[in-house]
């Protein structure tokens, strides 16, 4: 009985020791991105340090993907091209799609 007991607390032990331990990386993680985030002047380093914090946290994302009308690749709304009311990838999608007002042969 008294060796289950000792099970118990070696178990709860652990969990503790994980829980720390998992703190500390974390932690540390922060500290780097914090780091990083306050010198947001550098092009090269910042651009990889703020895309995951945005992508995880903010809840609506700047750039939207949008679905091209013809060839229904998701293209993010800063470079997606808006012609007649449609969303196309590119200049040509958008040209080809107003040369054929159905473009029902895409599906
Ligand atoms: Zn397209």
């Known amino acids: 009985m008294r060796q289950i007991i000792l099970l118990i607390f070696v178990f709860f032990a652990s969990q503790w020791l994980f829980k720390k331990l998992k703190r500390a990386q974390a932690a540390a993680g922060g500290a780097q991105a914090g780091a990083g985030g306050n010198g947001a002047g550098n092009g090269t380093g910042s651009a990889r340090a703020s895309r995951g914090p945005s992508a995880s946290s903010a809840p609506q994302l700047p750039d939207a993907l949008v679905r091209c009308a013809e ?30 007002p159905t473009g029902r042969d895409a599906r």
């Open 71 to 100: 060839c229904g690749v998701h293209t993010p709304s800063s470079d997606a091209v808006v012609a007649a009311g449609h969303r196309f990838c590119s200049v040509g999608h958008a040209q080809r799609h107003a040369a054929r």
